[in-house]
């Protein structure tokens, strides 16, 4: 089926009336009706019911117009978005990473690099997190990632970028959103949530809280979870600075452990522009040139 017979469709779907479809769609009547039954012997079902009145939907017809009115949305933004780009940029390097935040600098980053760069462009690309699958199929060109995660993969380039610190998320009208540092000791007689994908050096944190102070605690699915439990009030929770959206919904109070999180970027090994390599160093120096940077 072509993008012609998704609008005939559409169209006629709307009017109920071959003759006025034809007529909105600037075709002869007889064209509409042969692109119909094509389409129709094509997926194997009937669209309209036919009668001396005009066509109407069949209940499988409703179903997949509702389908086809969104496919065609998505397609016409596709094309948009690609007209957009290919008459402002000739190049364009994409960006793996789990949210806007997890590369603090990222926003300030493309802006210096695009200005400099004329006709490249930066894409980020949200991905799930601690996912490197998209990356492995080559959907994009540098993926951040905790070096753990990525330092046996073969054929990629690792850049050390920032060692992510712990922090604790509570309210911002909690006690302990006071503080300029939290203790172990600090939790004591509170809630703490753990699980949520936590990575191996928060859980080592987590458990020897646990193992140390007593704290009750319960798993959390994940972090929408986790941070809604902590509006309820239930609990407080660990998590990596480098997840900190720095929204101020929430205070983000630096914890004191010796564990790091080591945050890096990845690139392929066969990819040798100097464009991807420019926009690397580029970050490096961001996060290099600040090091009050405390998430």
Same mark, same amino acid.
């Given at each position: 089926?072509? &993008?012609?017979q998704?609008?005939?469709i ?27 039954? @094509? ?23 409703? %179903?997949?117009?509702? &389908? ?14 690609? %007209?957009?780009?290919?008459?402002? /940029?000739?190049?364009? !390097?994409?960006?793996? @990473? ?5 590369? /603090?600098?990222?926003?300030?980053? !493309?802006?210096?690099?695009?200005q400099e ?5 930066? &894409? ?18 540098? @993926? ?5 995660d ?14 992510? #610190?712990?922090? @604790?998320i ?37 458990? #020897?809280?646990i ?52 945050c ?30 405390k998430?």
């Open positions: 089926m072509d &993008t012609k998704i609008d005939y559409i169209e006629l779907s709307e009017t109920k009336n071959f003759n006025r479809a034809a007529e909105n769609l600037f075709i002869s009547q007889p064209a509409l009706s042969y692109q119909i039954k @094509l389409a129709e012997e094509e997926i194997r079902f009937k669209l309209f019911e036919r009668s001396a009145k005009g066509a109407v939907l069949t209940p499988a017809g409703e %179903q997949f117009c509702v &389908t086809l009115r969104n496919i065609r949305d998505e397609l016409k933004r596709a094309i948009e978005q690609g %007209q957009n780009f290919s008459s402002r /940029y000739s190049t364009n !390097i994409t960006i793996g @990473l789990p949210m806007r935040s997890a590369i /603090y600098f990222l926003p300030e980053a !493309i802006e210096k690099f695009e760069n004329e006709g490249i462009s930066v &894409t980020p690309h949200f991905i799930a997190l601690y996912d490197s699958s998209s990356f492995l199929k080559g959907e994009e060109d540098i @993926l951040f990632a905790r070096l753990q990525v330092k046996h993969i073969p054929e990629i380039r690792i850049h050390a970028l920032f060692e992510s #610190r712990i922090y @604790l509570s309210e911002r009208d909690d006690e302990l959103a006071e503080r300029e540092i939290i203790h172990a000791e600090d939790l004591r007689g509170r809630v703490l949530m753990t699980g949520g994908g936590s990575p191996p050096e928060l859980k080592s944190v987590q458990q #020897r809280i193992n140390e102070i007593h704290v009750d605690y319960f798993n959390s699915n994940d972090r929408e979870t986790t941070l809604t439990n902590i509006r309820a009030h239930k609990g407080i929770c660990l998590a990596p600075g480098f997840l900190n959206d720095h929204n101020n919904e929430f205070a983000w109070t630096l914890f004191d452990c010796p564990e790091r999180i080591k890096v970027l990845c690139t392929h090994s066969g990819d040798r522009r100097e464009s991807v390599k420019s926009f690397v160093s580029l970050l490096q120096g961001m996060y290099k040139g600040n090091p009050e940077f998430a």
